[in-house]
Structure formats: structure tokens, C-alpha cells
């Protein structure tokens, strides 16, 4: 199976509501990244959490990372109807030289 | 803000044609990549280049396909007889300095084969 695994695959939450997604890798990495991709758009970088970091903060956004479950989750604080995206976590495997994405957990929020 | 620019936004071809999709970096940057995304399926990486040269590549990335820094300035990637299976969105990305560290993604180039 696939190197990143997001979990859920799809969430819907009402404006304001906390969205908490998941994602799984099976290799040692260098580095866990976050990313956003509004429909038929291009990726935004989001946050990047090191493999020697825990959790890590940004704005609204709040990234744990746990290396002996080789998982890590993104939580967005007081959604709005602006965050409706997709979001794709992304792994360099150590040795690598290239960022490895996951399946993407397409978030909906609800007005 | 500096940002990655990809042209052209749609390319609709005929199967069997060569398609050059192009890429402009952030300036001073020094990693360079490809990525594709079939509709509504994962971002695939397709090939890393630093220093005018390819550092990594993956299986999708045969003989069919090619990149190129031509004039410092444009990345490109060309593939050179094209299959109906190629039709995807591609993204161009830059990274500053660490090939390990945070990506700049263009807003992709959609390609058609027909």
C-alpha cells in the first residue's frame, strides 16, 4: 500500500467545527509536509513538521507528528467555508530526494 | 510574492504527438520537479533535477518523457509520443535550497490526449 494514507478520504463539517485529518507512512522520513489544493489548482504548502519535532503551530492550524506510529494529523481550528480543499500530507523518506504524496482527504465545510 | 508559472494552462493533443510543457521557476531557486495528478486520483512524482541535471526519477518517468533547463530560466517537460494515459494535470514545483524542504507548486498544465 501507499507510503502516505490519508484518513478520512472524505469529511464534512459545519462552519466553525473543529476537521482533524490523519495520515499514516510506512518508511523513516526526514520530514512530514501538509498541503492544500483548491479544486483543478496547484498544491500550497501549509506546514512542515521534522522528524525530530512533535507538534508544531501555524495560524489555525496545529500538526502532530508521532515516529513510533509513523503518523501524523492535521486539526484546523474554527473552519470556514474558505477552507473547503483538499489536503494531501507528503513524506521525504530518508535517503530520498523527492516528496512522496498520500491519497488526499477532501474537506467540505458547510456554511 | 515570487511564484511558479506553468504554460500553457490546457494543451488538448492527439494521441502519438510530443506535448513541451514549461515551467518558470522561482528565480533563486535550486530544486526542480515534476509532479501529475490524473483527475481525482494522487499527486504522482514524476523527476527531480538540480544542478542541469535529473536526481531522481520515478518508473512513470520512461523514455518517453524528458526534462530540460534550457536558458536558466524555464524548466521543461517534454514527452515525446503521447498516450492516451498521460492525460493528467502536471505540476511544475521549485524548492529554495534543501531538497527536502517546502515546495512551490505552479497551477499546473492540463493535458488532453486524444
Known amino acids: 500500500s501507499q507510503q502516505g494514507e490519508e484518513d478520512p478520504q472524505a469529511l464534512s463539517i459545519q462552519e466553525g467545527e473543529n476537521a482533524t485529518m490523519n495520515c499514516s507512512y510506512k518508511t523513516s522520513i526526514n520530514n512530514l509536509q501538509w498541503y492544500r489544493q483548491n479544486s483543478g489548482r496547484g498544491l500550497v504548502h501549509l506546514i512542515l513538521i521534522r522528524s525530530n519535532e512533535r507538534e508544531k503551530h501555524s495560524g489555525r492550524l496545529r500538526v502532530t507528528l508521532d515516529t513510533s506510529k509513523k503518523s501524523s494529523s492535521l486539526l484546523i481550528t474554527a473552519s470556514r467555508a474558505a477552507d473547503t480543499a483538499s489536503y494531501f500530507c507528503a513524506t521525504v523518506i530518508q535517503g530520498a530526494q523527492k516528496l512522496v504524496f498520500g491519497q488526499g482527504t477532501r474537506l467540505t465545510i458547510n456554511p | 510574492e515570487p511564484e511558479v508559472t506553468q504554460t500553457p494552462s490546457h494543451q488538448v493533443t492527439q494521441m502519438g504527438q510530443e506535448v513541451i510543457l514549461r515551467c518558470v521557476p522561482i528565480s533563486n531557486h535550486l530544486y526542480f520537479y515534476w509532479y501529475r495528478q490524473i483527475l481525482g486520483q494522487k499527486v504522482e512524482f514524476l523527476v527531480s533535477?538540480?544542478?542541469?541535471?535529473?536526481?531522481?526519477k520515478s518508473e512513470i518517468f520512461d523514455d518517453q518523457f524528458s526534462v530540460e533547463r534550457p536558458d536558466g530560466s524555464n524548466f521543461t517537460l517534454k514527452i515525446r509520443s503521447t498516450k492516451l494515459e498521460d492525460s493528467a494535470m502536471y505540476f511544475c514545483a521549485s524548492s529554495e535550497g534543501r531538497r527536502t524542504g517546502e515546495l512551490f507548486f505552479g497551477e499546473g498544465s492540463r493535458l488532453t490526449v486524444l
Open positions: 533535477f538540480y544542478n542541469n541535471e535529473i536526481s531522481e
